[in-house]
Nanobody, 120 residues
Framework: HVQLVESGGGSAQVGESLKVSCTAR??????IGWFRQAAGKEREPVGV???????ELGDSVKGRFTISRDNDKGALYLQMNDLQRRDTAIYYC?????????????????WGQGTQVTVS
């Protein structure tokens, strides 16, 4: 049974860095996406990483966030640098329906429980 479990996150000051991890098994043949949802807002894509390790980041985080995966450890990472208050949200990792990456939440059918990131 595949599960996604996020860890890390927490609180940071503006300009600081945080790293969120997502542990998973049985996901190596799937795209993995990172999403976030701020209070009162819709869930939005942060970025995706495909089976070859290629990544695509959203415009709002490009140049500040990076995504990586370590298949041997069954882990994926979202490194967040130069955090801003607008980055405050619950962050989720999610497994896509196949190896190809898309940006809509509906293209992902397995979700972690989420982890809070608060920037002040």
């Amino acid at each position: 049974h595949v599960q996604l479990v996020e860890s890390g996150g927490g609180s940071a000051q503006v300009g600081e860095s945080l790293k969120v991890s997502c542990t998973a098994r049985g996901y190596t043949n799937y795209c993995i996406g990172w999403f976030r949802q701020a209070a009162g807002k819709e869930r939005e894509p942060v970025g995706v990483i495909d089976t070859d390790g290629s990544t695509e980041l959203g415009d709002s985080v490009k140049g500040r966030f990076t995504i990586s995966r370590d298949n041997d450890k069954g882990a994926l990472y979202l490194q967040m640098n130069d955090l801003q208050r607008r980055d405050t949200a619950i962050y989720y990792c999610a497994r896509g329906r196949g190896p190809y990456c898309y940006s809509r939440p509906t293209d992902y059918n397995l979700w972690g429980q989420g982890t809070q990131v608060t920037v002040s």
